[in-house]
């Protein structure tokens, strides 16, 4: 939402993650009935008025300066990734940054198409903003088992991780790979909260996934710009693979996705076994 009802949900979220002794401050005697900080403990530490700090989170202010949310974020101990979400819900919240984008494009480019050709043997695959697979050669689709058999709507990386029993074991460890799946799906909702599309994907797993539903809540935030996956593949065994994650221009949010081996190891060995073409050669 826009009104400012997203920033305040995320400014609880983040508070009840920090401790009294996370940043200092004396426990006191007796039983906490807030989880994490007090609102007037954080307000203290960023220096803004109680009063002030509980309409933020409420909803009722909607105008927060950029050096507040910088001092929010100094309290609260935010990553890069957290304290940039932060600075996007409060441009939401102030009307500054449309909440709605264009609609997510689904149409991959013939060269984007192309180029998931060029790079085979390497598997290789395109996926749209909230995870949704658009496009994939021949090992980006095996390297995925399982994903292909569900109609073109339901193909989702992070309901596939969460829903699919072949997606909850090929990744390892897998509680892991969600975090960080979840985490990049919160980045990109910061963008577009009123997206029903995002709203549709978010609600069927907070119904179906009571992991989905904890990670969700815990607020974290990072875009996923490539690294090292470990996998489980039920047809070519055990790889660790390194990954890069490329935008595509002219696109609402379109990445592309490739994978690779150190040359000459076991890994690229079994990585190759995912593309017929690399077989036969």
């Known amino acids: 939402m826009t009104d400012g009802t997203e920033l305040g949900r995320y400014l609880k979220a983040r508070r009840a993650r920090i401790t009294p002794e996370d940043v200092g ?14 609102r007037e403990e954080l307000a203290t530490l960023a220096g803004v008025s109680v009063d002030y700090y509980t309409r933020l989170e409420r909803g009722r202010e909607r105008n927060p300066s950029p050096s507040v ?9 935010l990553n890069e990734d957290a304290h940039e979400r932060l600075h996007d819900l409060a ?9 709605v984008r264009p609609a997510t494009g689904d149409t991959v480019r013939e060269s984007v198409l192309r180029l998931l050709e060029s790079v085979r043997p390497l598997p290789a ?16 689709r095996r390297l995925l088992p399982g994903l292909w058999d569900w ?9 596939y991780l969460f829903l699919h029993p072949v997606g909850r074991a090929l990744y390892q460890p897998w509680e892991e790979t969600v975090a960080k799946s ?10 577009d909260p009123d997206s029903p599309r995002l709203a549709a994907l978010v609600g069927e797993l ?39 994650v490329m935008r595509l221009a002219r696109t609402d949010g379109q990445r592309l996705v490739v994978y690779q ?21």
């Open 25 to 38: 401050l004396p426990t006191g005697t007796g039983l906490r009935r807030t989880p994490g900080l007090r």
């Open 69 to 77: 949310i910088d001092a929010l974020a100094r309290a609260l101990r």
């Open 91 to 99: 441009e939401l919240a102030s009307g500054r940054l449309p909440g």
């Open 125 to 140: 695959y395109v996926v749209g903003r909230y995870s949704d697979m658009l496009a994939a050669n021949p090992g980006g």
């Open 151 to 159: 109609p073109p709507e339901q193909r989702n990386l992070t309901r």
């Open 182 to 191: 979840v985490a990049h799906l919160r980045a990109v909702a910061g963008t």
């Open 206 to 244: 907070l119904l179906k996934s009571p992991e989905f539903a904890r990670l969700w809540e815990r607020y974290d935030v990072k875009e996923r710009v490539g690294g090292t996956k470990s996998l489980d593949h039920p047809k070519v065994g055990e790889m660790t693979l390194t990954y890069e």
């Open 261 to 281: 081996a150190e040359p000459g190891s076991a890994d690229e060995a079994a990585m190759l076994l995912l593309d017929p073409a690399a077989r036969e050669s």
